[in-house]
């Protein structure tokens, strides 16, 4: 298994730009979530979604879209970059009983300038 | 969820045992305890979690007090790899995919050779 992969690695914005990040998993799982990282902080969730056609919004949903057509892919998409969406940003998944115990993609670093 | 307190930093010998505290003390009775680990730039990694009986994997052995106010995360031989931030978290499970996981500051762990 592959687990949970992500593209690109690295991205450069200009502001105003939009984009879409990829997450792919091949374990089955229902749960899916995209997390961002800021330098010194912890991750903070920004959707997730517990099954296919169905997302909801984390604590920091502002200027991101998601949506789940299939069970292996959770795209993020930035509507419109701003500077304060430069972070690290993983993205994880689960089985929808086991939330607790998320695998994590090797995640993406966007600079938006 | 409960709040979690962790020391920002902590030093180890390679070879000895690392002991990472963290203190939960407004758990709920149904709050499990998790522990992560976030390798420089990588994505977090699962470690163990526990709800009141102490429990050990391949990984690690987590330590619960029997009043379940704090907990400590036990690296039995502690070595160079095992250089990582250490997060605590708490959440009840469920059944729902509902659940969403809060990762805070978590502590700098170095092993030092």
């Known amino acids: 298994n592959a687990g949970v992969t992500q593209t690109p690695k690295f991205q450069v914005l200009k502001t105003g730009q939009s984009m879409t990040l990829q997450c792919a998993q091949d374990?089955?799982?229902?749960?899916m979530s995209w997390y961002r990282q800021d330098p010194g902080m912890g991750l903070r969730l920004i959707h997730y979604?517990?099954?296919?056609?169905?997302?909801d919004q984390g604590e920091v949903p502002n200027g991101y879209n998601v949506s789940r057509s299939t069970t292996e892919d959770f795209p993020l998409r930035l509507l419109s970059a701003a500077p304060s969406q430069t972070s690290v940003y993983f993205c994880?998944?689960?089985?929808?009983?086991?939330?607790?115990?998320?695998?994590f993609g090797p995640g993406t670093r966007l600079t938006v300038t | 969820d409960a709040k979690t307190t962790q020391p920002p930093s902590m030093d180890c010998a390679e070879g000895r045992a690392a002991n990472l505290p963290c203190n939960h003390s407004?758990?709920?009775?149904?709050?499990?305890v998790y522990w992560y680990r976030q390798i420089h730039s990588q994505g977090p990694q699962y470690i163990i979690h526990?709800?009141?009986n102490n429990e050990t994997n391949e990984m690690a052995s987590l330590i619960i007090t029997e009043d379940r106010k704090s907990s400590t995360l036990i690296l039995p031989h502690a070595t160079l790899r095992d250089t990582a931030v250490y997060y605590c978290?708490?959440?009840?499970?469920?059944?729902?995919?509902?659940?969403?996981?809060?990762f805070g500051t978590g502590t700098r762990l170095t092993i030092i050779p």
């Open positions: 978290l708490t959440t009840a499970r469920s059944n729902f995919g509902n659940e969403k996981l809060t």
């Open positions: 994880a998944s689960s089985r929808r009983d086991r939330v607790d115990e998320q695998y």
């Open positions: 374990m089955n799982h229902e749960y």
């Open positions: 979604s517990v099954g296919a056609g169905i997302t």
């Open positions: 407004t758990i709920s009775g149904n709050e499990y």
């Open positions: 526990g709800l009141k």
